[in-house]
C-alpha cells in the first residue's frame, strides 16, 4: 500500500472516506491546513473525513540490489545519472534566466531613453510657455495686437522697435507709487530700530572656527561662486561652477533639493523669502525664477531670455515683488517677479564695459551697479537715470566683483582687484578703503550683515570688521582662514543674527564658521 503522495509506503496511513486514497498522515495533514482539498481528486476534504489505517509495526527490508556489490554499483550509477540530469537542467534554466534578463534590460534602457526625450520635449515646452507669458503684458500695454508664435520665437517685427531694441512696457505709475511707498515704510522703521540683542557679539566673532563643512558640488568641476541665505528656515542655496544650484537644510545638515536646468555655471542667486521663491543667474545668459513646494524642492517657473551675454548679478528688491539683474551685455533689467517679465532694459549709449555686479539699496529707489573696468554706478530706480558715477582716482582698479549696501542706508560697500571702497551715500564720496591683501589678491566678495554691525571681507581668506562711522576705525574683528586650500574665497554670507558664517570657496564644499554648540548654548543664554 504505497501514499497517493509521495509514493512511499506509508509509516502512519490514513484512508480518505470520500476518495479511497491512502495517504501518510502528515503529508495531508499539512496539504489539507493549507488548501482544503484532496491532492488528487480536488475535493472538499476535512481531517473528519481521514480514518486512520492499523497496521503491523514491521521493519523495512533491505531492497534487493543493496546486497551485493553490482547491485550497490548500480545504485550509484542511477544516483549519478540523476545528478547529472539535475544538472543539466540547472544549467538550461540559468541560460533561459540570462536570456529573459537580458531582454528585461534591454527593455528597460529603451524605457529610460524614452523618458528622457521627453523630459526634454516637456521642458522645451515650458520654455515656450514661459516665453509665451512673459510677452503677454508687452503685448497688453500698448496697440500693437497679440505677436504670433512660432517654434517657441516671437515675431521680429513685435519683438523689436523701430530702433532695433526690444520693445519693454516700462515701469509704469502705479509700480512707481508701490516704490515710494515702500522707501517711505522702510526709511521710517529704520529710523526706530535698534541693534537686536540677540546679535552675536564681538567675543563670540573672535572664537568662530569652522563647525562644519559639507560637498555639495560635483569634484570634476569645483567652484561654490554664489551663496544666499533663507534666514527664517535657515536653508542655505550654493550656485556653482557645475552648473547646479544647491539647497541645503544647515539644522538637519540635508541637501533639500538640487536644481539642474543651467546649462552653464551660476553666478548669482537670492531667495525671495514672502513668496518662497529663489532666482539663479547664470553664464548662460537666462535667469531662473524657482518655485518652493510643500516637499521642500523647487520648480522653475519662469525662464527670462533677455539679455545677451552672461548674466552676472541677481538683486531682489525690498518689496520682494520686483528684482534686477545685471550682465556682461552693459546693461541691467528690472523684472516683475509674479509675471517673469522683463519691464525695463536700462543701457547706456556709451557703455562699453560689461556689468558684473548689482546690489538694491534697503529702501528700494536706488540701484547700484559695478562695471568689468570698475566703474560704479549709482541709478535712480523710478526713472532708470544715472544719478552717480564712481571711476578713475576715486574708483575701483580692476573688475567689480562686490557690492553690499548697508542696512542703515548711509554706507555702500564696493569689492575688487584693490580691496573694498566704502562709500557714503549722503555725500557721495569714498572715506575708507580696505586692503586685506596683496595687490594680486583680488577682494571677490563682500557682505554686511543685516544689523549693519559687520562686514566680511572675502579674498585669500574670511575678514569680519567691526562697522564703525566715517570718522572711526573700522576695527578687524576676526580672521577666518580659507580651509578649500584654493587660496580663492568666492562668497561668503552671514547667517540671522551673525551667529554663524556660510563660506563659498573654489573647491566643492560649503563651509559653516560659528561657535561649537556648548559656546554657542552659553552665549544664547
Same mark, same amino acid.
Given at each position: 500500500m504505497i501514499c497517493a503522495i509521495s509514493g512511499e509506503v506509508p509509516e502512519d496511513p490514513v484512508l480518505s472516506t470520500k476518495s479511497g486514497l491512502l495517504f501518510e498522515r502528515r503529508l495531508i495533514q499539512r496539504y489539507v491546513e493549507d488548501h482544503g482539498k484532496c491532492p488528487v481528486t480536488k475535493e472538499e476534504l476535512a481531517m473528519d473525513d481521514l480514518v486512520t489505517v492499523k497496521t503491523d509495526k514491521i521493519p523495512k527490508p533491505r531492497p534487493l540490489q543493496a546486497a551485493s556489490v553490482p547491485?550497490?554499483?548500480?545504485?550509484?550509477?542511477?544516483?549519478?545519472?540523476?545528478?547529472?540530469?539535475?544538472?543539466?537542467?540547472?544549467?538550461?534554466?540559468?541560460?533561459?534566466?540570462?536570456?529573459?534578463?537580458?531582454?528585461?534590460?534591454?527593455?528597460?534602457?529603451?524605457?529610460?531613453?524614452?523618458?528622457?526625450?521627453?523630459?526634454?520635449?516637456?521642458?522645451?515646452?515650458?520654455?515656450?510657455?514661459?516665453?509665451?507669458?512673459? &510677452?503677454?503684458?508687452?503685448?497688453?500695454?500698448?496697440?500693437?495686437?497679440?505677436?504670433?508664435?512660432?517654434?517657441?520665437?516671437?515675431?521680429?517685427?513685435?519683438?523689436?522697435?523701430?530702433?532695433?531694441?526690444?520693445?519693454r512696457p516700462g515701469i509704469n505709475p502705479v509700480m512707481i507709487d508701490e516704490l515710494t511707498e515702500c522707501n517711505s515704510v522702510l526709511s521710517a522703521q529704520r529710523k526706530k530700530r535698534q541693534v537686536p540683542p540677540s546679535l552675536a557679539p564681538i567675543d563670540a566673532l573672535e572664537r568662530y572656527t569652522q563647525i562644519s563643512s559639507h560637498p555639495l558640488h560635483k569634484t570634476n568641476k569645483p567652484g561654490i561662486l554664489s551663496i544666499d541665505i533663507h534666514h527664517s528656515k535657515d536653508i542655505i542655496a550654493t550656485g556653482g561652477i557645475d552648473t547646479n544650484a544647491v539647497l541645503f537644510d544647515r539644522p538637519s545638515g540635508q541637501v533639500l533639493c538640487t536644481l539642474t536646468d543651467h546649462s552653464k555655471k551660476i553666478?548669482?542667486?537670492?531667495?525671495?523669502?514672502? %513668496?518662497?521663491?529663489?532666482?539663479?543667474?547664470?553664464?548662460?545668459?537666462?535667469?531662473?525664477?524657482? &518655485?518652493?513646494?510643500?516637499?521642500?524642492?523647487?520648480?522653475?517657473?519662469?525662464?527670462?531670455?533677455?539679455?545677451?551675454?552672461?548674466?552676472?548679478?541677481?538683486?531682489?528688491?525690498?518689496?520682494?515683488?520686483?528684482?534686477?539683474?545685471?550682465?556682461?551685455?552693459?546693461?541691467?533689467?528690472?523684472?516683475?517677479?509674479?509675471?517673469?517679465?522683463?519691464?525695463? &532694459?536700462?543701457?547706456?549709449?556709451?557703455?562699453?564695459?560689461?556689468?558684473?555686479?548689482?546690489?538694491?539699496?534697503?529702501?528700494?529707489?536706488?540701484?547700484?551697479?559695478?562695471?568689468?573696468?570698475?566703474?560704479?554706478?549709482?541709478? %535712480?530706480?523710478?526713472?532708470?537715470?544715472?544719478?552717480?558715477?564712481?571711476?578713475?582716482?576715486?574708483?575701483?582698479?580692476?573688475?567689480?566683483?562686490?557690492?553690499?549696501?548697508s542696512e542703515n542706508g548711509y554706507f555702500l560697500a564696493t569689492a575688487a582687484l584693490d580691496g573694498v571702497k566704502l562709500w557714503d551715500l549722503r555725500k557721495l564720496r569714498n572715506f575708507r578703503t580696505l586692503s586685506p591683501y596683496d595687490p594680486d589678491t583680488p577682494t571677490s566678495s563682500v557682505e554686511f550683515d543685516f544689523s549693519g554691525s559687520y562686514i566680511a571681507v572675502?579674498?585669500?581668506?574670511?575678514?569680519?570688521?567691526?562697522?564703525?562711522?566715517?570718522?572711526?576705525?573700522?576695527?578687524?574683528?576676526?580672521?577666518?582662514?580659507?580651509?578649500?586650500?584654493?587660496?580663492?574665497?568666492?562668497?561668503?554670507?552671514?547667517?540671522?543674527?551673525?551667529?554663524?558664517?556660510?563660506?563659498?570657496?573654489?573647491?566643492?564644499?560649503?563651509?559653516?564658521?560659528?561657535?561649537?554648540?556648548?559656546?554657542?548654548?552659553?552665549?544664547?543664554?
Open positions: 547491485g550497490l554499483l548500480g545504485m550509484f550509477q542511477n544516483e549519478w545519472d540523476a545528478l547529472m540530469l539535475s544538472n543539466f537542467a540547472l544549467e538550461q534554466q540559468l541560460h533561459t534566466a540570462r536570456q529573459e534578463l537580458s531582454h528585461a534590460l534591454y527593455q528597460h534602457d529603451a524605457a529610460c531613453r524614452v523618458i528622457a526625450r521627453l523630459k526634454k520635449e516637456r521642458d522645451e515646452s515650458r520654455t515656450l510657455l514661459a516665453q509665451a507669458e512673459r &510677452q503677454i503684458p508687452i503685448s497688453a500695454a500698448g496697440p500693437a495686437p497679440v505677436a504670433a508664435v512660432t517654434n517657441g520665437k516671437r515675431a521680429l517685427e513685435d519683438e523689436v522697435g523701430p530702433d532695433g531694441k526690444k520693445i553666478t548669482s542667486l537670492k531667495f525671495v523669502p514672502r %513668496d518662497e521663491l529663489l532666482i539663479t543667474g547664470s553664464a548662460d545668459k537666462t535667469v531662473r525664477v524657482w &518655485q518652493g513646494n510643500e516637499d521642500g524642492s523647487y520648480g522653475c517657473r519662469h525662464t527670462m531670455r533677455d539679455h545677451g551675454a552672461e548674466v552676472e548679478a541677481v538683486t531682489v528688491h525690498a518689496s520682494q515683488k520686483y528684482f534686477a539683474t545685471a550682465s556682461r551685455d552693459s546693461t541691467w533689467c528690472f523684472y516683475d517677479i509674479s509675471t517673469g517679465s522683463c519691464l525695463t &532694459q536700462v543701457g547706456e549709449a556709451s557703455g562699453q564695459d560689461g556689468y558684473t555686479s548689482a546690489a538694491f539699496h534697503p529702501d528700494g529707489l536706488i540701484l547700484g551697479t559695478g562695471t568689468s573696468e570698475g566703474v560704479i554706478k549709482i541709478w %535712480d530706480v523710478k526713472s532708470q537715470t544715472r544719478v552717480a558715477k564712481f571711476e578713475g582716482e576715486v574708483g575701483h582698479v580692476g573688475t567689480v566683483t562686490a557690492m553690499s549696501f572675502a579674498g585669500s581668506d574670511i575678514r569680519v570688521y567691526q562697522v564703525a562711522n566715517v570718522k572711526t576705525e573700522w576695527n578687524l574683528v576676526k580672521t577666518l582662514p580659507d580651509l578649500s586650500g584654493t587660496g580663492k574665497v568666492t562668497s561668503v554670507k552671514f547667517g540671522a543674527d551673525a551667529k554663524y558664517v556660510a563660506v563659498g570657496s573654489m573647491d566643492h564644499n560649503l563651509r559653516v564658521f560659528g561657535l561649537p554648540g556648548d559656546e554657542q548654548m552659553e552665549v544664547a543664554k
